[in-house]
């Protein structure tokens, strides 16, 4: 089993900043990358981010190109979310998550095998 835990969110004014870390634990020797998806009420869960582990390559969704910042820590086994240029729109819930599979689309919610707890973002205008 793997166990992610999120954590970093809170209330941020418009144009601020906020960065969220994932640290995973248990058997993550499986690990191909680890992702953000967000969710917001009444949405669908949208894709952030990803990060392949062993190249450190980089993917990022629509919303986040140009703003946020998706690393990662092997020796801490944590992945970050910098998330710069705040809009009161990125409020939502902020999830990571663990893919086993590399022939799974990234960018698809099902991709991933593991999830973290959330945690939430609000940014106010």
């Known amino acids: 089993q793997v166990q992610l835990v999120e954590s970093g969110g809170g209330l941020v004014q418009a144009g601020g900043s906020l960065r969220l870390s994932c640290a995973a634990s248990?058997?993550?020797?499986?690990?191909?990358?680890m992702g953000w998806f967000r969710q917001a009420p009444g949405k669908e869960r949208e894709f952030v981010a990803a990060?392949?582990?062993?190249?450190?390559?980089?993917y990022y969704g629509g919303s986040a190109k140009g703003r946020f910042t998706i690393s990662r820590d092997n020796a801490k086994n944590t992945v970050y979310l910098q998330m710069n240029s705040l809009k009161p729109e990125d409020t939502a819930v902020y999830y990571c998550?663990?893919?086993?599979?590399?022939?799974?689309?990234?960018?698809?919610?099902?991709?991933?095998?593991?999830w973290g707890q959330g945690t939430q973002v609000t940014v106010s205008s």
């Open positions: 998550g663990l893919q086993t599979n590399p022939f799974r689309n990234r960018g698809d919610f099902y991709a991933y095998d593991y």
């Open positions: 990060i392949i582990w062993s190249s450190s390559s980089t």
């Open positions: 248990g058997r993550t020797f499986s690990r191909y990358a």
